[in-house]
């Protein structure tokens, strides 16, 4: 599993779970939507913490600099 994240995608991804975690705690978003939402966070931190996006390998898409492989 080769990484495909860079730094910048993922301080978003880690900044959107936050506000999707946050959204959810303080009930803003209730619901089935408030559970896709928090389960999406998830997503976000564990893709982050990998620096590999499962979605971006079909694409051939990466994010990542060349001289940071």
């Known amino acids: 599993m080769k990484k495909n994240m860079g730094t910048t995608d993922i301080i978003i991804r880690i900044v959107i779970a936050i506000l999707f975690a946050v959204l959810f705690f303080t ?17 976000f931190v564990l893709t982050s913490l990998m620096g590999f996006c499962p979605l971006y390998l079909p694409f051939k898409i990466t994010t990542r600099k060349k001289d940071n492989q």
């Open 27 to 43: 009930k803003a978003v209730t619901g089935v939507a408030g559970i896709i939402l928090l389960v999406l966070a998830i997503v």
